[in-house]
């Protein structure tokens, strides 16, 4: 019995959309000032890094406004194309800002080189740039800090992803920075050296981000622990005889789990409805991380249940004809006919009328159900129940 999944209250989605939209239009906001007063006191100051600053600056204008289309494209609804919503474009926009970070170090390291070559190339500086360095650092590191926490209240990964492009830019500035006050107080290789430590900092991030999204891009599962916790919680539901085949994947903020809960073979199909309710609220009650829950209901182990030689067993139809010439023609058709499928074999419960008990024989019924299930194998038991009138 599969439960089709609840998606998320639709009051949450758009909150949090609206709270990754306000966190990115406050970086593209910052980002665009300071390309600005860096491009204006770069040239005024002769300070070319201060220049090439900017253009990095400006790049993140190009990853904010990423950013900002996927955060609103992931809250979108889920729709005939995108069942599960479009939660893995921000997974994505994840993976490509982690690529971003590592072409950014590789970057660093390369013209941390280029600089080691040619460090008596460098212009006069004036004193202004170093002033800008310094304050376009602390903007950085505040717009990082900003950025980070929003990422992680609203569980959005590539808002964080987008706060580390924030830190690099920080530690770009704090090259930048040492570079012109090396220059001014005489020490010009001190640019290049912590230009290639911040670079491979940076290779370390962006390889880190990449790898966390493209583990979510091919549904890797939860923890072992996160997963023992789910089971704790679905085996400790009323009606929940075992459980197996659980399976857990990420998709950005949320977690979709699906299980298969075992129950009494004889209930009702109401009845295991019910339960898998039950596992469904319980789950996302005690795992609020867990938004999606696909419950299947089996009547036993199916993951270690073994083959037969046995063939299918017969369908509702067959067997209805079946249990409808072994009543004949003389006794009352039955009001409900139960069936369980068990063991690739069939149990069949006859639920008769009252009327029939005055016309039961109920030596010949037991003889041609015996020979019934000694001739079909696929049948293991056979039992006719006469209905009490009200």
């Not at 220059?183 to 981000?209: D, K």
């Not at 073979?265 to 898998?276: K, M």
């Not at 993951?303 to 004949?328: F, K, V, W, Y």
């Not at 037991?366 to 293991?380: F, G, I, L, S, T």
Request: glycine letters at 6%; aromatic letters at 6%.
């Amino acid at each position: 019995m599969d439960r089709p999944p609840i998606r998320t209250p639709a009051a949450d989605k758009p909150e949090r959309a609206r709270g990754i939209q306000r966190a990115t239009l406050v970086a593209i906001a910052t980002n665009a000032s300071l390309a600005l007063g860096q491009v204006v006191i770069g040239l005024f100051a002769n300070a070319f890094s201060l220049v090439a600053d900017a253009a990095h600056t400006l790049s993140d204008l190009f990853t904010d406004v990423l950013v900002l289309f996927a955060g609103r494209r992931g809250a979108d609804p889920a729709d005939r194309n995108h069942p599960y919503g479009h939660g893995r474009i921000e997974t994505a926009t994840s993976l490509l800002l982690g690529a971003v970070l590592c072409a950014v170090g590789v970057g660093f390291l390369w013209s941390s080189g280029i600089r080691l070559q040619h460090m008596d190339a460098a212009p006069a500086l004036h004193q202004a740039a170093l002033y800008m360095a310094l304050a376009t650092l602390a903007v950085k590191e505040s717009l990082f800090r900003f950025t980070l926490a929003a990422g992680r209240r609203l569980m959005a990964p590539m808002l964080e992803a987008n706060a580390w492009h924030a830190r690099s830019d920080a530690a770009s500035s704090l090259v930048v920075a040492a570079g012109i006050g090396g220059s001014l107080a005489g020490y010009p290789f001190l640019e290049p050296l912590a230009a290639a430590v911040v670079g491979f900092l940076i290779i370390h991030t962006g390889v880190r981000l990449g790898l966390r999204a493209l583990r979510e891009l091919i549904d890797t599962g939860l923890s072992e622990q996160d997963v023992a916790r789910l089971r704790a919680t679905i085996r400790a539901t009323p009606g929940v005889v075992g459980l197996h085949a659980i399976r857990t994947r990420r998709m950005a903020d949320r977690v979709l789990c699906d299980a298969h809960v075992q129950v009494d073979p004889r209930i009702t199909v109401s009845e295991g409805h019910q339960i898998s309710d039950a596992v469904f609220f319980r789950v996302r009650a005690a795992h609020p991380e867990v938004q999606e829950v696909l419950v299947h209901i089996d009547a036993e182990n199916d993951a270690t249940r073994r083959a037969t030689d046995l063939p299918r067993p017969p369908e509702r139809t067959e067997i209805m004809s079946a249990m409808h010439a072994l009543l004949g023609d003389a006794l009352p058709a039955p009001t409900r006919i139960q069936l369980h499928y068990l063991g690739d074999r069939v149990e069949a419960e006859v639920i008769l009328p009252a009327a029939a008990a005055a016309q039961l024989d109920v030596h010949a019924l037991k003889r041609r159900a015996a020979a019934k299930m000694a001739e079909d194998p696929r049948y293991r038991d056979i039992a006719f129940y006469v209905q009490i009138a009200p």
